[in-house]
């Protein structure tokens, strides 16, 4: 006798189903499953369960959402400090500061206070030099709310303060020592904050003294020294490490190549155990940023062949490297990879892709990338304009400008440099003019120092050299080194002489080491024909030791960039180039001439 199959029933199941499905939820960046569990939810009326309703904003947080997670919290009749700590979280994390603090006054006034949670979330919105008092106000808060007890809260505030520069980093000191009770995160939040500050002898002073390091602790000091590029330490901190991550291996990477030892860099990368898509990014820029196209492609083949998927922080980073060093052919093969891994959608590689080609000289195919662009920001089109402007297109540029404001897009202080710098390119003076006092009168925007050292730049080239002085004179900043360059670089062009000797004493006077100042000077008097003005300035030169380095020629080929000075014998065929070189500057034999005739 067969028995029957028992069936489960399918309510259970279902069930069962729905509340795994829920215990994922705040985990779940994918925004079509997260849709169809919020569909479910409100079907079963469970749209109001302060439980869910936290879980549910997590995920479009993930899913950048923040308009249907808002949506979810107001469908919320009577919401809790969780469910407003969600929402804090949410914008924070989605880098959205000002509707976090927005938020949290709100939730003040629904008769809510703020806990232990509420404080990190709101420190976690802060980031940068402009937030440090924000975050004293903070620390006020906190302190008067004696939430200290909670070490979560300290650890975050420690955190907060060594984003917000060498003043927060102080604060952070500060606060630090005065921690009764410290944990492993306390002593790596602050590890972290010296090293971004760059402050690696404290940084290694307080690793040093740490009662207990874990991975964190080693990599953080390790990237600390590899930023700073003193790769003897780093490699001497590498070798004593009780463990080694891929994080380790490729910081370690990492440091080489931006030291510019791509030797030792790619040894590094030979041992490495095991190794990710970011440590393959990081060597193949590294060989782009140098120009080594051949070597670069190589590896593009072996990232290829090892099965690695290659993903949009990978594309952006090496397109970047392209970009650096021109190297179109690698960046051109970058993007046929884009296409084959559907990476087209990302607006961050699009902008990358465009910047590339705009920056290896390519504008036809930047144009393509741009027009081709489903929705463009505020990037894409300061990128297009600034390769225009770069390229000699000004014109171009303008109209763009033009067409960018039709669309609605509002121009920001980095459009304007492209502005300027596409009016100064097209030699058009009076409209560099207008479009600069634009900035304040038409879209509010203060012009920085670099918006006035192009205004300055586009008058001097346009031999206009009183009304840049008195814009220099008139400024409510203190004009820098790079606009009394400009200046001189004007009096070079149209041979001030007497203006050029001002320009340089306040050169001098900001930045005394520079070589190329008194040489600029030197040339001026030269085409003048002011040979004692000559000798005075190279004797003077010579008298403070400063000299000026040779000058270097490069030449683009198929496997990369060559580069040379003057007698260079660095290049790995210098024999056979110079001797190239001396049979065309020796004259033929003219027996050979004769007999050839």
């Given at each position: 006798m067969t028995s029957l199959p028992v069936r489960a029933p399918s309510l259970v199941s279902s069930r069962r189903i729905f509340e795994e499905k829920l215990h994922e939820l705040?985990?779940?960046?994918?925004?079509?499953?997260?849709?169809?569990?919020?569909?479910?939810i409100i079907r079963r009326n469970l749209h109001q369960d302060l439980t869910i309703a936290p879980k549910l904003i997590s995920a479009l947080s993930l899913c950048r959402q923040l308009t249907l997670a808002v949506r979810v919290f107001n469908q919320v009749q009577q919401p809790n400090v969780h469910l407003c700590n969600s929402l804090i979280r949410a914008h924070a994390l989605n880098s959205q500061p000002y509707q976090a603090f927005s938020f949290f006054f709100e939730m003040q006034r629904f008769g809510l206070y703020a806990d232990n949670f509420t404080y990190p979330f709101l420190l976690k919105a802060c980031s940068g030099q402009s937030w440090f008092p924000v975050v004293k106000m903070i620390h006020t808060h906190i302190e008067k709310l004696g939430l200290w007890s909670d070490?979560?809260?300290?650890?975050?505030?420690?955190?907060c303060y060594s984003r917000c520069g060498g003043l927060g980093v102080k604060a952070a000191m500060k606060?630090?020592?005065?921690?009764?009770?410290r944990d492993t995160v306390s002593w790596n939040s602050m590890l972290g904050g010296l090293v971004k500050a760059g402050e690696l002898r404290d940084a290694r002073k307080l690793f040093d003294e740490m009662p207990q390091r874990d991975l964190i602790s080693w990599n953080t000091m390790l990237d600390g020294?590899?930023?700073?590029?003193?790769?003897?330490n780093a490699f001497e901190l590498f070798k004593v490490m009780p463990e080694r991550s891929t994080v380790s291996w490729s910081t370690l990477v990492m440091g080489y190549s931006k030291a510019g030892d791509m030797e030792m860099a790619r040894i590094m990368f030979d041992k490495m155990p095991v190794k990710n898509v970011v440590t393959w990014t990081i060597i193949i820029a590294g060989y782009a940023e140098k120009g080594l196209v051949k070597e670069a492609d190589e590896l593009v083949d072996q990232m290829v062949n090892a099965g690695l998927r290659f993903d949009a922080a990978a594309a952006i980073s090496i397109l970047a490297a392209c970009a650096e060093s021109g190297l179109?052919?690698?960046?051109?093969?970058?993007h046929s990879m884009i296409k084959r891994c559907n990476l087209g959608s990302s607006a961050h590689v699009l902008n990358a892709l465009l910047d590339m080609y705009a920056k290896c000289g390519s504008i036809e195919k930047a144009f393509?990338?741009?027009?081709?662009?489903?929705?463009k920001d505020l990037v894409s089109w300061n990128t297009m304009l600034q390769g225009l402007g770069v390229h000699g297109h000004g014109k171009e540029a303008l109209e763009l400008f033009s067409s960018m404001r039709r669309e609605g897009i509002?121009?920001?202080?980095?459009?304007?440099?492209?502005?300027?710098?596409?009016?100064?390119?097209?030699?058009?003076?009076?409209?560099?003019?207008?479009?600069?006092?634009s900035m304040e009168k038409v879209y509010g925007l203060v012009p920085e120092i670099e918006h006035y050292g192009c205004l300055v730049d586009l008058l001097g080239r346009g031999g206009r050299l009183l009304e840049a002085i008195k814009v220099v004179q008139t400024m409510p900043v203190e004009p820098n080194v790079v606009i009394w360059g400009a200046l001189l670089g004007a009096c070079r062009m149209h041979n001030e002489v007497d203006i050029a000797k001002e320009v340089l004493d306040n050169l001098v006077r900001l930045d005394p080491s520079d070589p190329g100042n008194y040489s600029l000077l030197s040339n001026i008097y030269a085409a003048a024909e002011d040979w004692k003005g000559v000798a005075n300035i190279r004797s003077k030169m010579k008298s403070m030791g400063v000299e000026k380095p040779?000058?270097?020629?490069?030449?683009?080929?198929?496997?990369?960039?060559?580069?040379?000075?003057?007698?260079?014998?660095s290049h790995p065929d210098s024999d056979q180039i110079y001797q190239m070189l001396s049979s065309l500057i020796e004259p033929p034999d003219t027996g050979e001439l004769v007999a050839a005739g």
């Open positions: 705040p985990r779940c960046a994918n925004l079509t499953h997260v849709k169809q569990l919020h569909a479910q070490i979560y809260v300290p650890n975050a505030l420690i955190d606060l630090f020592v005065k921690m009764g009770e020294y590899a930023r700073c590029r003193d790769m003897s179109l052919s690698l960046g051109m093969r970058v393509d990338v741009f027009n081709n662009m489903s929705k509002r121009p920001d202080k980095v459009t304007f440099i492209a502005v300027l710098c596409s009016c100064n390119h097209a030699g058009l003076i009076d409209e560099g003019i207008d479009y600069f006092y040779s000058g270097a020629s490069s030449i683009r080929l198929e496997d990369g960039k060559h580069e040379f000075t003057v007698f260079d014998k």
